[in-house]
């Protein structure tokens, strides 16, 4: 599919920077005053969601121009070849298709001879019955007690998605039961996670697409001697350990019966797993039908970036505008800002998507890029960021184009909490996009030496993406919307947007280094000066804690 002619050679990439040359001649004041229609022509709808760009550093020309780059990259050829399975992560020659995660049980998608989306919806069926079962108290532990504690362990994919979709929808959540997670290998994760649970009582869903990470088989492990601990046997695993992987025989030999393993596919990506089983604990806590409520959302927004023009399709447009400002600005970052405190772990759960996506260097035919490739993405939820973080938006030296989030209504509705919030959404995006100039500022009496630090230049790009209410079905159109947003990215830079090799060799390397530091006698040392010397000196603050530590 990717033609050979280099992107900064394609007609469109080279009249976007003329144009460019002269974007930087106007600012958002002038093209604001210039034309009346601008907030209510840039922007778009679709699923409920409604996406304002009018504040975006473009013009007519500039959308019209990036849309041409789209085309002149075969965005749409490269879309139709996912939804079609074909084998677009051509590092690991794999079909990339979480979309037939959330595609309805009476459609089917045929890969490799095989209808996917059957089964996908056996597994949902099989998660279903288990979910109800535990939220029931069907479900028995092994001394008899009903789950009170579900402790999901995976990291990346298999703990971002479900800890930012329970923390997101835990206004729909069921109370009796208490969910934790657990990812990092620093043990005091699960230390604390386990602190104050009953064996007895508490269910361990081990998460892991290859069910091979050293993080979450050392958390298993650790949490499977707890258990078997706690409760005296070894067959307690069978009624408290489940596990969600593509991988049965590693789950078998972990000892977790694969009667209670849920199953998904290599071709789900562990950043593009929450909606398959990985997404256990999600179901858990929500309930099946709101499960597929998020699923159902997910899918709107499938639908949308697989059939509206290019012109008005929400993550294409974002897609885009990333683009805009990383290639042709040198923007470094780009911040998402939820206004709803529900999505305070959704930035985070973005850094995975969009970073490992499209922190790639080289294009698809293996060359290296000679342009910007995936931005920073970061964020925290509003106001607090405002609080923070927000001075280097408005007065900083760098430009940083940001993703404000907002809801019409307020789950948990409190006095004029929600119409404060929300007027913060738009100040913030009105004081980034306008600022206060030095008239303004003198106009009010500042003392002329103080002005120059009371100046807000304006001029900084911000989207406003509003939906209704948060709700499962939204937050699975949220999801969608930055994932589709970060597909177009990548095809528009050429890239595999869905391995993740730059992540190997630091995990071979640990296993490299840690006999060094786990051996009893000093290890004779063969890597660079720098790692013998921070091994020799860690030995040395593990000796000494050990000597005060003695009897
Ligand atoms: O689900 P697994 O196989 O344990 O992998 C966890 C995570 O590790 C990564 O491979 C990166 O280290 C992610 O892509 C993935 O989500």
């Known amino acids: 599919m990717p033609t050979t002619t280099p992107l900064r050679e394609r007609p469109a990439w080279q009249e976007l920077q003329r144009h460019h040359a002269e974007i930087v001649q106007t600012d958002l004041r002038t093209l604001f005053a210039d034309d009346p229609g601008r907030g209510e022509r840039l922007r778009a709808r679709a699923a409920g969601l409604y996406l304002d760009y009018s504040k975006h550093l473009v013009t007519d020309e500039t959308m019209r121009l990036l849309?041409?780059?789209?085309?002149?990259?075969?965005?749409?050829?490269?879309?139709?070849?996912?939804?079609r399975g074909e084998r677009i992560?051509?590092?690991?020659?794999?079909?990339?298709?979480?979309?037939?995660?959330?595609?309805?049980?009476?459609?089917?998608?045929?890969?490799?001879?095989?209808?996917?989306?059957?089964?996908?919806?056996?597994?949902?069926?099989?998660?279903?019955?288990?979910a109800r079962s535990v939220r029931s108290g069907e479900w028995l532990g092994h001394t008899g007690k009903p789950v009170r504690n579900v402790v999901n362990i995976g990291i990346g994919g298999s703990d971002l998605g479900p800890v930012m979709a329970y923390e997101a929808l835990r206004h729909y959540s069921w109370r009796d039961i208490a969910f934790r997670f657990v990812s990092n290998v620093d043990s005091t994760d699960l230390v604390e996670a386990l602190g104050d649970l009953s064996a007895e009582e508490t269910l361990f869903i081990v998460s892991s697409k290859t069910f091979g990470t050293l993080e979450t088989l050392t958390n298993a492990r650790s949490a499977r001697d707890w258990l078997v601990g706690g409760l005296g046997s070894e067959d307690a695993v069978a009624?408290?350990?489940?596990?969600?992987?593509?991988?049965?025989?590693r789950v078998a030999e972990f000892g977790i019966d694969t009667a209670n393993m849920f199953g998904f596919w290599d071709w789900?990506?562990?950043?593009?797993?929450?909606?398959?089983?990985?997404?256990?604990?999600?179901?858990?806590?929500?309930?099946?039908?709101?499960?597929?409520?998020?699923?159902?959302?997910?899918?709107?927004?499938?639908?949308?970036?697989?059939?509206?023009?290019?012109?008005?399709?929400?993550?294409?447009?974002?897609?885009?505008?990333?683009?805009?400002?990383?290639?042709?600005f040198g923007a470094q970052t780009v911040g998402v800002l939820p206004y709803e405190q529900y999505l305070h772990r959704?930035?985070?759960?973005?850094?995975?998507?969009?970073?490992?996506?499209?922190?790639?260097?080289?294009?698809?035919?293996?060359?290296?890029?000679?342009?910007?490739t995936g931005p920073v993405y970061w964020g925290e939820p509003g106001t607090n960021g405002q609080h923070s973080f927000y001075q280097l938006l408005h007065q900083g030296t760098r430009l940083i184009p940001v993703d404000f989030i907002g809801f019409g209504r307020a789950l948990n509705p409190l006095g004029d909490h929600h119409d404060l919030l929300t007027a913060n959404v738009f100040a913030q995006a009105q004081a980034l996009a306008f600022g206060r100039t030095e008239e303004d500022v003198r106009a009010e009496g500042t003392p002329p030496e103080v002005v120059p630090h009371r100046v807000m230049p304006g001029n900084r790009p911000s989207s406003v993406l509003l939906a209704e209410q948060l709700s499962p079905r939204v937050l699975g159109r949220l999801v969608a919307l930055y994932e589709h947003n970060v597909f177009t990215q990548g095809a528009v830079w050429g890239i595999d947007?869905?391995?993740?090799?730059?992540?190997?060799?630091?995990?071979?390397?640990?296993t490299r280094i840690a006999p060094a530091l786990t051996a009893a006698d000093e290890p004779s040392l063969e890597h660079d000066s720098s790692t013998n010397a921070l091994i020799h000196h860690y030995r040395t603050l593990k000796d000494s804690g050990q000597q005060r530590e003695g009897p």
């Open 67 to 83: 849309l041409r780059l789209a085309g002149e990259c075969h965005l749409e050829e490269h879309r139709d070849a996912m939804f």
């Open 89 to 130: 992560n051509v590092s690991e020659d794999r079909p990339v298709l979480h979309v037939a995660l959330r595609m309805p049980r009476d459609t089917s998608l045929t890969v490799d001879g095989v209808d996917v989306v059957r089964q996908v919806h056996e597994v949902l069926d099989r998660m279903a019955e288990f």
């Open 239 to 249: 009624r408290h350990f489940v596990a969600v992987s593509t991988n049965a025989e």
């Open 268 to 328: 789900v990506g562990g950043r593009y797993s929450m909606d398959s089983a990985i997404g256990l604990s999600t179901m858990i806590a929500i309930g099946p039908e709101q499960f597929h409520q998020m699923l159902a959302g997910f899918h709107d927004i499938d639908e949308h970036f697989r059939t509206a023009p290019l012109t008005e399709n929400l993550p294409v447009l974002m897609g885009l505008l990333a683009i805009w400002y990383a290639d042709f």
């Open 346 to 372: 959704f930035p985070a759960y973005l850094q995975q998507l969009t970073m490992e996506s499209n922190g790639k260097r080289v294009t698809l035919g293996g060359d290296r890029v000679d342009y910007d």
């Open 497 to 510: 947007s869905f391995d993740q090799w730059g992540v190997e060799l630091g995990k071979v390397l640990a």
